[in-house]
């Protein structure tokens, strides 16, 4: 929960982050055994609402849009995070709704 307080993240990243914690201070045989509680955490979070992959990947695509960047730099950023392929799709698509081509406007926005 502190990791949620600190950090916007998507179920994936989220588990990948709980592993790699278990990893570091129980070792790896533990770390498997962590599994189902992850697992049972992460979707105790989905259900209140803690997690959505659609809103984070939304807000996200936004926000590195603002910063320059391409919708294909975007979408593997989004990837990268652990985000699936419809809710990347969905923020994509959002981001071509808003009117502007979002290229046109990440190479307007880019740092030189």
């Known amino acids: 929960m502190s990791y949620l307080g600190r950090f916007a993240s998507s179920a994936e990243n989220l588990r990948r982050v709980l592993r790699r914690r278990a990893r570091r201070r129980a070792g790896a045989e533990a ?8 697992a049972a955490l992460i979707a105790r979070y989905l259900a209140a609402g803690l997690l959505d992959d659609a809103a984070y990947a939304a807000a996200r695509a936004r926000a590195r849009l603002s910063r320059g960047e391409s919708l294909r730099r975007i979408a593997a950023g989004l990837a990268a995070k652990g985000v699936g392929a419809e809710e990347r799709a969905d923020a994509l698509n959002a981001l071509r709704e808003d009117g502007a081509d979002p290229d046109a ?8």
């Open 31 to 38: 770390a498997r055994a962590a599994d189902a509680p992850i």
């Open 105 to 112: 406007v990440a190479a307007l926005l880019a740092p030189e």
